[in-house]
């Protein structure tokens, strides 16, 4: 079967990673029998150059009609005083609520090698293998009525809406379980059911749906208790799931804790399991064109890619162990090096295609 995946380069440091990440899924098809039709699209502040909207309609129908997509960065400082509606993020925004992209992975992964890169010490972090989902076209972030209103005492009160239809917690629960059913099979779901009425139903669904998963351990944990806990043992989660707003803090907690934002991959995923994958990170204006950005999140979005897209679990750890390869020949771009010693971002790639061959 050959699989047809849009490749968004985007800004910054965007097509420098990309041309990495490419170059392994090339020697997947040379080396592994991994069929795949690559189709190139503009994003972002490249699309707005190119043809004034960050998000054309080119893009959006290569991308609705591809098994995956996989996208480098978006943004730039020149961008940054157009009107709101054609600035880069504007066209990432389009993209995930286009193809309906409710489910964030984001993995929080430090490789044994790395230890040192994190600020916390390296028994609490070194092998550390934790996914969050993230609830992400729902919640507190859309939910209405929103806005800022003049009371009658003159005084201006913000408000917004913390909603979530029955359906919206649902699918996000089986998108949860089915993901620790190719992991170590426990789900955490994070809520506020102490509190919030929302918490109370989304507790409840989710018991509801683990019947469906009898393999998947589920237990539940406050939001709070989350957070204080992911930074004291953070090795004893596998899944976490919760809403956008709490997914949105506890997942960069969860990056955070790796300290290397050049490493770390994520997915967007639709019901049927179609994805738009990229680095967490941003564009980094600041060293693009040096050649010098890590181009490992993105070659490790490729992994992710593999794994809950295309049903290629055996190539995404093939591309992780290569990962694991060129990190214990001690290779490291500038963010993770631990002195002046480095590799380029093109080294980097080129490294990983080396052991991807043996
Ligand atoms: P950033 O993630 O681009 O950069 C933060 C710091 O990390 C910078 O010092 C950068 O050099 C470094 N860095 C990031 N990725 C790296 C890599 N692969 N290798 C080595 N170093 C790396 O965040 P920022 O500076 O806040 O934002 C820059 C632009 O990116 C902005 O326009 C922002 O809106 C955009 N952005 C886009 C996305 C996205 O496309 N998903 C996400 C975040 C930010």
Request: charged share 25%; glycine share 8%.
């Amino acid at each position: 079967m050959t699989h047809k995946i849009a490749i968004l380069p985007g800004d910054g440091i965007g097509p420098e990673i990309v041309d990495e990440a490419v170059k392994v899924l090339d020697c997947l098809q040379q080396e592994h029998g991994f069929k795949a039709e690559l189709e190139m699209a503009a994003i972002g502040g490249a699309a707005y150059d190119e043809s004034g909207h960050p998000l054309p309609e080119t893009t959006l129908a290569l991308c609705k009609s591809a098994d995956a997509v996989l996208l480098g960065a978006v943004g730039g400082p020149q961008y940054e005083s157009l009107e709101r509606e054609l600035r880069p993020e504007r066209g990432l925004l389009g993209l995930r609520s286009e193809l309906e992209l409710f489910s964030n992975l984001r993995p929080a992964i430090l490789y044994p090698q790395l230890a040192s890169a994190s600020s916390l010490k390296p028994e609490i972090v070194s092998g550390l293998d934790i996914m969050i989902v993230r609830e992400l076209t729902g919640g507190i972030y859309f939910g209405k009525p929103r806005g800022i209103r003049s009371l009658e005492s003159g005084e201006r009160e913000g408000y917004n809406t913390l909603v979530y239809a029955e359906h919206e917690i649902e699918r996000i629960a089986h998108s949860a379980f089915s993901v620790a059913m190719k992991r170590n099979k426990k789900v955490c779901s994070v809520d506020k059911a102490n509190v919030l009425e929302v918490s109370e139903l989304w507790r409840e669904v989710m018991i509801r749906v683990s019947k469906d998963y009898p393999d998947v351990e589920l237990s539940h944990m406050y939001v709070d208790n989350a957070s204080m806990q992911l930074v004291k043992w953070p090795k004893q989660f596998d899944v976490m799931v919760t809403k956008n707003m709490f997914g949105d803090i506890l997942s960069d907690t969860a990056a955070m804790l790796t300290g290397s934002i050049g490493m770390l991959p994520s997915a967007s995923l639709d019901k049927t399991g179609k994805g738009m994958y990229e680095p967490i990170h941003g564009s980094a204006p600041d060293i693009a064109g040096t050649n010098t950005a890590n181009p490992l999140a993105t070659i490790l979005s490729v992994a992710m890619m593999l794994r809950y897209s295309l049903n290629a679990p055996e190539l995404a750890n093939k591309i992780e162990q290569s990962v694991s390869k060129v990190l214990d020949q001690g290779l490291r771009t500038q963010d993770i090096a631990d002195g002046d010693e480095y590799v380029t971002t093109v080294d980097m790639g080129d490294a990983v295609v080396a052991a991807l061959k043996n």
